[in-house]
């Protein structure tokens, strides 16, 4: 598994959220996930000026064989979508923590971002899952 | 987001789906070959109570490694059953929608449905002709006791002898260079029976060391290839050299998506026993014979009399999405609905097996989490011979 960069903050369902310079948070799915969801062929993006929010699904990823929900780690309206998904779901499968990234969203409230976990508390987690 | 390695055809392997240990009550049944799965890092799934491989990596690359060099699959889930007795063939006569009276050389295979008296189909199955006395059945790994239950119920009055034979692996080797990598490990006077033996049929061989082979031309992938059966205590050795010789082990991921390309049925998804096997595009399987009794025969004729409500056809996705199992199909004729659906890697786009009302569909869409997208009715196969098929 590929180092999770100390920069993230992470949903328990996998989701990463990095707060930009420019005070904008860029979302996308882990590695662990990605390695568990097996090869993406199709990113169902979310449209730009959605509001956003870890209680509704705002963006599919399809597996061959499965699709799953991404949530907004916080809430926010979405300002920008990864639209080279469209033609390269596999970016997510190759490099989850960069060129992978799915959308960035303008924050309600900065403030949710503390309630995410951390690269460690995350690690942990998924290092449950795999006992 | 929900981690669904496997959202259809396999139970979802959620976060308490550990693999379990021999000494918990509940355990899954594993094939010898398990460990050696696990050695290569297979990504390991429950399938119809079995531990077996989903992927050793990526499901993708083991589908285009069938579709264009040779790929290997542990099928020993599958049930091997054995029937003999001086009347096993009218057994089957009777067993069977398909006419085992087509199999006249021994070692000649037919494909063909077991259904119940209401013509919906218990199973779907390969039949060896092995011997006057002597036939071999293939039967599903997730039907294996209902299965069984019936065929000895059947069987009893025609006093043929149903014997399981647990005792022996099974392996499919697929992919246009798979028969000739299986050749490579074949005793020197057996290899050119083999490169010579026709499509649907089976022999004996030996492999290096004298391992003794069932070998049969068969498979479900839509490519060439054979498929083995090997004793137990043979199975590992051959999985090594099938591996040594370059062949590609792959999971029931690209099993799927593989069977799915070439128009292939799967059971339980695309039949089950509410199904007629006019309403699956089983038709082709069905032998309406002179004076052939086959259990089902009476429902079939009254269902074809009185018009099949339900066709099965091929679908191709026009606009971006996946067709997946359940999603609802509209047609001018009536909804529909998805049997089975997925990404075909082979022709990079979406396709699926869907039951829709007979008639003339029109422009068909398909409900894609409440959006409504177009898609084409074809006929499958939608990929023959590593290249889409006709009308694809």
Redesign the interface.
Known sequence: MSEIPGDLKFLK???WARLEDDGLVRVG?SDH?QQ????L??V?LPEVGAQVGPDN?CA???S????????APIHGEVVEVNSAL?DGPELINTDAYGEGWIFVLRPDNKAELDDLLDPESYAELIEG?E? | ????????TVPVRS?ND?PRLPDESHMTAKTVLNEAHRKLGARMVDFGGWDMPL?YG???EEHHAVRKAAGMFDVSHMTVVDLHGERVRDFLRRLLANSVDKLTEHGRALYACMLNARGGVIDDLIVYYLGEHFFRLVVNAATREKDLAWIRGQAAPFEVEVRVRDDMAMLAVQGPQAREKLIGLLAEVDRERMRAMGRFRAAAAQALHGVPLFVARTGYTGEDGFELMVDNGHAQLLWQALLDAGVQPAGL?AR??LRLEAGLNLYGQDMDENVTPWEAALGWTVALDDGRDFIGRDALEQQKAEGVPRRMVGLVLEG???L?HGQKVLTGVGEGEVLSG??S?TLSMAIALARVPAGEPGQVRVDI?GREINARVVRPPFVRDGKPGEGI
Request: no cysteine; hydrophobic share 35%.
């Open positions: 369902s996998h989701e799915i996930a568990q969801l097996g090869d062929v199709y169902e699904g599919v990823v399809e061959v064989k499965a699709a799953s929900d991404v949530y469209d899952e006992d | 987001m929900q981690l669904h390695a496997w959202l259809e976060d550990r992927n990526s499901q993708i991921a799927d998506t971006k999405g996946v997946r997925s990404y890697p989490r």
